[in-house]
């Protein structure tokens, strides 16, 4: 009898639930190299898995007696008929509070085709059209997926070793924070970024670049960030946003989402959207937000 009630507490030890990943995206977009990063950060990585099998991967992965704490899975269009069960497994797995994150991969069509016809490769889903009508076929079908996504990330000017930074910087840390943010300055003239959650427009403000000696600056610059933020109603945005995002963030903590990605534009992306950047990242590393400052756009013109 005694063997009996020692034995449940090692049971119940090995089936600790692994923590879930699930890389999709764009084909051509870099899933394997976001694959092959966390493989290389310690994850237990299975490409091209059928949608369907991923809750028995989980399960397969919580009796390893913690062998198999971390699992990613890269689910893509190569799936075909498999692609359509995804939706069944996530719930499958929400269900049984699995701890799982989406990461999808996202491109521009200019970049996709730029990278098909470089390895001289069709698209998966172009059939007897163009490379194209391939990725638009793609976007319609993870349209879902994407706006279901924890983290999406924007690979149209990334090199590899940029993608494989921007994992490390998710993945890496023992820890994980409660909340990540990437503050991103961009010019509205050059497009707004496709990875943004929240879009912040700072062209109600004079803009800097009228004024002949801080033209040449960005709003790194010290003179120019007090120029903008001494523009009535600077401050009182800065202010009344930072509490915006405060309500915001206990809501996406809430719902389970750890990453954010703030974009703050004006015209060219160099002087306002620069300054406010620098000024809403510093607060929020002040309230405890793991915060990442990306100027998209400065220098550019």
């Not at 998966?124 to 319609?140: C, M, S, Y």
């Amino acid at each position: 009898m005694s063997t009996g009630n020692t034995a449940e507490p090692d049971a119940a030890a090995d089936v600790a639930i692994p923590e879930l990943v699930i890389i999709s995206g764009m084909s051509g977009a870099g899933r394997s190299t976001a694959a092959k990063c966390l493989e290389d950060l310690g994850w237990f990585v299975v490409d091209n898995l059928p949608p369907a099998l991923i809750p028995t991967m989980v399960e397969l992965g919580a009796r390893s007696q913690g062998n198999v704490a971390r699992i990613a899975v890269v689910v893509d269009v190569r799936g075909r008929r498999f692609f359509d069960n995804l939706r069944e497994s996530l719930a499958d797995l929400d269900a049984k509070q699995v701890t799982r994150r989406i990461v999808f991969l996202e491109s521009s069509d200019d970049a996709l085709v730029r990278r098909f016809e470089s390895v001289r490769r069709p698209h998966p889903l172009q059939g007897d059209g163009r490379i194209v009508d391939g990725i638009a076929a793609e976007r319609d079908l993870l349209r879902e997926l994407r706006g279901d996504a924890d983290l999406v990330i924007d690979t149209s000017s990334l090199n590899v070793h940029e993608l494989r930074a921007k994992m490390d910087a998710q993945f890496a840390g023992e820890e994980e924070p409660e909340l990540r943010a990437t503050v991103m300055s961009f010019g509205f003239k050059y497009g707004l970024p496709v990875d943004a959650d929240l879009v912040v427009d700072m062209r109600f403000l004079p803009n800097p670049h009228w004024v002949p000696e801080l033209r040449p600056f960005t709003g790194l610059n010290e003179e120019v960030s007090n120029y903008v933020y001494n523009q009535p109603g600077a401050k009182e945005f800065l202010d009344r946003y930072t509490e915006l995002l405060q309500l915001i963030a206990a809501g996406y903590r809430r719902e389970g989402k750890r990453y954010v990605t703030i974009a703050v534009g004006c015209t060219g992306g160099k002087h306002r959207s620069v300054a406010t950047s620098e000024r809403l990242a510093a607060r929020l590393s002040a309230a405890g937000v793991e915060t990442v400052v990306v100027h998209r756009d400065m220098g550019r013109e």
